[in-house]
């Protein structure tokens, strides 16, 4: 049952990757983008990883999309249809040989790797979700405190750097 699950959430993760990158509007875009990744939530969920699945939620889903979704509004709305039509495009055999080559790239490093390969029915169930959270906090606040830090940095200098671009853009609106 859980097999058909996942096989289920993985098609529709695949649909969602093709529609995202075949869609020409730039904020449709970010919005499948945003389905992509409530799909790939799920998919956590399937696998019973709810504390995974929560983090997909909070950070990627509801964080970075939503600073991308501004971003895309701020610089858009200064874009003349005229710039939209001459900014560069690659054509499309030439997407699909990069495609291509990164597949094969990644295949070969995948097949070259010395990770262990598990089946599904390998993977060892948790009883109890609650745990594997405590015990992921404990490790991110004992033995990871330093890049949990720096990533905190990191997102109040991206915060930062938002809010200089958008006043910046207000001066040369006014």
Do not use: C, W
């Not at 003349?80 to 039509?85: R, V």
């Not at 594997?132 to 404990?138: S, T, V």
């Amino acid at each position: 049952m859980i097999n058909n699950l996942v096989i289920l959430v993985s098609l529709l993760l695949l649909i969602s990757a093709v529609m995202l990158v075949l869609s020409q509007n730039l904020v449709r875009t970010v919005l499948l983008l945003s389905a992509h990744l409530l799909i790939t939530a799920f998919l956590f969920v399937a696998l019973n990883a709810s504390f995974l699945a929560m983090v997909q939620v909070l950070l990627y889903t509801g964080g970075a999309l939503i600073l991308s979704l501004f971003a895309v509004m701020l610089n858009h709305q200064n874009m003349s249809q005229q710039d939209l039509a001459v900014a560069p495009v690659l054509s499309k055999p030439k997407a699909l040989l990069i495609a291509v080559f990164l597949f094969l790239a990644l295949g070969l490093a995948i097949d070259q790797s010395s990770f262990p390969v598990e089946t599904l029915s390998q993977v060892p169930v948790l009883s109890s979700q609650s745990g594997l959270a405590k015990e992921i906090g404990a490790d991110l606040y004992s033995n990871h405190i330093l890049s949990f830090e720096l990533l905190s940095l990191l997102l109040v200098a991206v915060l930062i750097g938002t809010l200089v671009i958008a006043k910046k853009s207000d001066e040369v609106l006014s």
